[in-house]
C-alpha cells in the first residue's frame, strides 16, 4: 500500500499578488471597520440600487426603458417579453427574474402606476391582487407606451451624459431627459441601507401645472394646484389640508385612504370597487373573516371576490336588517377598507440626488447624508434639470 504524503508543516505562501494568504489578526476599531467595509456596500445600495434620481427612476427602471427604446419599441410593434429581458441583461446583470418583475410593475396590464411606461399584451397580475401571478415572459408581449417620448425627447442632443455597463462594451445614460417632473407622477417606494423612500404618485396635468405655476412665481401656492396625490387603484382619500402641508413643507408623512363601495339594495349587498393602493383583496377579505370567525363582526352571511374582466369587485352579502352604512363604519374604525400611505422623500449625499441641481444652483454645500426634503424643493430641483438638459 502507498503511503499517505503527509503535509508539510509550516509550509508558507508568498505571494504578493493574491490577498487572504496571509494569516493575521489586525487590531482595528469598530468605526473603522464599519467606514472600510461597511459604508461601501450601503453607498453602492442607495446609489445603485434603492432610491430613485431626479428622472424618477431607479437604475433596474431606466436600464429596462433605456434597452427598449435601443431596440426600437417606442415605433415598432410589440415583442416578447422574453426578447427585451435577455436584452436588458447587457446592461443590467441581476438576473432576468429581477428584471421581468421591473417590466411587471411598470406595465399596463399590472396598473401600479397612473401612467404606465410599458404598453403590455398578456396576463401581467394586478397590483391589487396577491395571488393573481403574472404569466412568464415568453408568453407576454411589451411594447413602450406613448408617454415615454416625452421620457427620450432629445436624447441624442447630448442632454444627458452616457456612462459604460458594467462590464465597459456598451454606453447607458446616467439619467433620462424627461421633460416633465416624473419623479412626483410615478409612484416609487425604495428600501436601501438605513433609509427608505417612498414618493405618492400625483396627477400628471396638475403637476405640469404647478411647475408652469412655480416657474412663473416661485412664491405660487403649490396646494391650490397639487391637491392632493392621486392613486392608480382609486379609493376614497381622507382629507387632511394640514397633513398635506407638512408633507409639501418637510417632505414627509402620511396620507389616509379609504375603500369605495355601494349599496345594491335587490340584491342587500356591498359591492366594494375601489380599494386603497397599498392593500390587496385577499388581505381585505382574510382579515373579514377574522372578525367573523372571532364573533366581532356579525352583519355579513357571506363575502367573496368577483373580480374580472370589469375590474375590481368584492361582493359583501348582508344578513336581513343589516344597515350598509353603519357596516362599512364599523369596518372602518376596525381600518379593514382603510389604510396609510407613508411618505417620504429622500434626497442629497452622493447619488446625484432629488435637489443635487438645486444646491449646485443655489451655492448650497450638500449635506452629507441623505434627508427628506419639501415637495417643493424636488419641483424646483426637476425643473432645474430640465433646463440645464436643454442647455
Known sequence: MAKKKTPQEGKKFDNPNVMGLHAEVLEQPITETLELNYMPYAMSVIVSRAIPEIDGFKPSHRKLLYTMYDMGLLTKARTKSANVVGATMKLNPHGDAAIYDTMVRLSRGYGALLHPFVDSKGNFGKVYSRDMAWAASR????KLDTICGELFRDIDQDTVDFVDNYDGKLK?????PTTFPNVLVAANQGIAVGMASNLCGFNLGEVCEAAIARMKNPEADLLAILKAPDFSTGGQLLYDQKALEDIYRTGRGSVKLRAKWNYSKSENLIEVTEIPYSTTVEAIIDKVAELIKAGKIREISDMRDETGLDGLKIAIDLKRGTDPDKLMAKLGRRRIPEASLLFACLAGGAAGGLVGMYLFHHKIRKPKFYVTVPL????????FAVVLMRT
Not at 447607458?172 to 433620462?176: G, I, M, Q, T, Y
Not at 417643493?376 to 425643473?383: E, Y
Open 376 to 383: 417643493l424643493v424636488i419641483l424646483d430641483a426637476v425643473l
Open 172 to 176: 447607458e445614460p446616467a439619467l433620462l
Open 139 to 142: 408568453y407576454t408581449e411589451v
